[in-house]
């Protein structure tokens, strides 16, 4: 079984950092890649970053990039996400995810989701 737990999250004032983690229960699952979604209530799921299994590939959407960092610890079957520079437009639930079918930071079909974790950014 692969579980993801998202934690980390809460309500941050604009201009604020933030670090959202996500731990895995199992080893297999580290070793494929990783990555961030977002989705709004009655909005489409979005892309916000992606890693591949060793860290070396990183993939980021054009909204977050250079404001967010995305990193792992296989070690500690973690992976996280520095948000800086957080603004409104971040706020929604944030889901982690792994995609079994690729070592890479491509996720194509993510099979497994955390529950997500609810971040709430105010003026």
């Known amino acids: 079984q692969v579980q993801l737990q998202e934690s980390g999250g809460g309500s941050v004032q604009a201009g604020d950092s933030l670090r959202l983690s996500c731990t895995m229960t199992?080893?297999?699952?580290?070793?494929?890649?990783l990555g961030w979604f977002r989705q709004a209530p009655g909005k489409e799921r979005e892309f916000v970053a992606s890693?591949?299994?060793?860290?070396?590939?990183?993939k980021y959407a054009d909204s977050v990039e250079s404001r967010f960092t995305i990193s792992r610890d296989n070690d500690k079957k973690t992976l996280y996400l520095q948000m800086n520079k957080i603004n409104s437009e971040d706020t929604t639930v944030y889901y982690c995810?792994?995609?079994?079918?690729?070592?890479?930071?491509?996720?194509?079909?993510?099979?497994?989701w955390g529950e997500g974790s609810q971040v709430t950014v105010s003026s």
């Open positions: 890693i591949n299994r060793d860290g070396g590939s990183i």
């Open positions: 199992t080893l297999v699952c580290g070793s494929y890649g």
């Open positions: 995810a792994t995609d079994r079918n690729t070592m890479t930071a491509t996720l194509s079909d993510p099979d497994y």
